[in-house]
């Protein structure tokens, strides 16, 4: 694949209402498809939010794929797109905030357990312990869990073992402990473009309302988009020299 379509769910997402937030995630993927995307990127836990914890507990979360994750995957296949799909799952006795890779065959081609995990937040997270680019139409795809890339060592090592660009799932704000800069020091690290997705909405102690989603090149924002309410961003990629085409992303809103 030379050239292409990539779409990031910018989503309000509420904080342990899973089954509201997963229509609004399947009819975003539908809605981006319908763009002409060939990757679909979802925010970090879109499924349940951050904060979910604090409203439903853990005890919903199983292994994957499960019913509904499985549903998607047959979406996936009829649509013939690939989807990076980000939902917690239970493996034995831990937990992981992990993403998916979903392939144009349905099949689940690859998976991202979060590493850097040391937040209130994140409690009744395990932290993952594979770093391994996904390989993604021939791309090899290092996928970054929002704070991974706090630190420069696991972009450094999926850089080491091949890959070709980041994506990075994110609920990640403004604050006392928002971004500073740590997307664009990873990209002039490793020489490698990343793509952000993150999200829109509050949560009990945290705001996302101006959380950006991004296209990050050797330190530089190219595009970034925050809003008030959910969106699917659209915007066209070189793969084959790993360079933006767009100007500007295309932004819809729905709900």
């Not at 990757?39 to 939010?49: D, K, M, N, Q, S």
């Not at 995957?73 to 493996?91: I, Q």
């Not at 997307?183 to 690290?189: A, I, L, M, S, Y």
């Amino acid at each position: 694949m030379k050239t292409g379509t990539i779409a990031l769910l910018h989503l309000e997402t509420v904080p342990g209402a899973v089954e509201q937030n997963r229509y609004v995630m399947v009819e975003a993927i539908k809605h981006a498809a319908g763009k002409g995307a060939e990757w679909i990127v979802t925010p970090e836990l879109a499924v349940c939010g951050l904060q979910f914890a604090h409203v439903i507990g853990s005890d919903w979360i199983q292994p994957q794929p499960d019913p509904w994750m499985q549903q998607v995957c047959k979406l996936v296949k009829t649509m013939k797109r690939t989807v990076f799909l980000a939902c917690p799952e239970r493996d034995g006795s831990r937990l992981y905030n992990s993403v998916f890779v979903i392939g144009p065959t349905g099949d689940i081609i690859g998976t991202h357990r979060k590493i850097n995990v040391a937040s209130d937040s994140l409690s009744w997270s395990s932290p993952g312990d594979r770093i391994a680019p996904i390989e993604c139409d021939g791309i090899k795809v290092g996928v970054l869990v929002c704070s991974d890339v706090y630190t420069s060592n696991i972009a450094r090592a999926l850089r080491f073992e091949g890959a070709q660009m980041f994506v990075s799932p994110a609920s990640w704000g403004p604050g006392i402990h928002g971004p500073n800069g740590e997307w664009e020091q990873r990209t002039h690290e490793t020489g490698l473009p990343m793509i952000v997705c993150n999200r829109t909405g509050a949560e009990k102690t945290l705001d996302f309302w101006n959380a950006p989603s991004l296209v990050v090149q050797n330190g530089t924002r190219l595009l970034t988009h925050t809003s008030k309410k959910s969106a699917v961003l659209t915007f066209e990629w070189n793969f084959g020299d790993m360079t933006l085409r767009s100007s500007s992303y295309a932004t819809d809103y729905i709900r």
